[in-house]
Nanobody, 124 residues
Framework: QVQLVESGGGSVQAGDSLRLSCVAS????????WGWFRQAPGKEREFVAF????????EYTDSVQGRFVISKDNAKNTVYLQMNDLKPEDTAIYYC?????????????????WGQGTQVTVSS
């Protein structure tokens, strides 16, 4: 059974940076793609970024394009989300997820396993 554990969240000021990590265990992750999603208070969970299994391709939601970078370290079974120039509207619980759609997908329903989430709070 795949388990995903996020870490790296916290409370920061606008303009600061954070790096989220997601460590995967309980499986072999060849041909998996990885995604980050977030859920702000009172809002639905939304797509943030994904990276395909090879790491060659990634996509971002428009609001984080140019500020966030998703990457992965296959040797460590870890996916990262580097978040720069954080804004108050980035405040949310951030979740990582894995999918067997190896080229990546923005659809939450395509993701099989989810972490428990890590809180990111950005104050102005």
């Amino acid at each position: 059974q795949v388990q995903l554990v996020e870490s790296g969240g916290g409370s920061v000021q606008a303009g600061d940076s954070l790096r989220l990590s997601c460590v995967a265990s309980g499986g072999t992750f060849t041909n998996y793609a990885w995604g980050w999603f977030r859920q702000a208070p009172g809002k639905e969970r939304e797509f943030v970024a994904f990276i395909m299994w090879s790491g060659v391709s990634s996509e971002y939601t428009d609001s984080v394009q140019g500020r966030f970078v998703i990457s992965k370290d296959n040797a460590k079974n870890t996916v990262y989300l580097q978040m720069n120039d954080l804004k108050p509207e980035d405040t949310a619980i951030y979740y990582c997820a894995s999918t067997k759609v190896f080229y990546g997908t923005r659809r939450m329903t395509d993701y099989d396993s989810w972490g428990q989430g890590t809180q990111v709070t950005v104050s102005s």
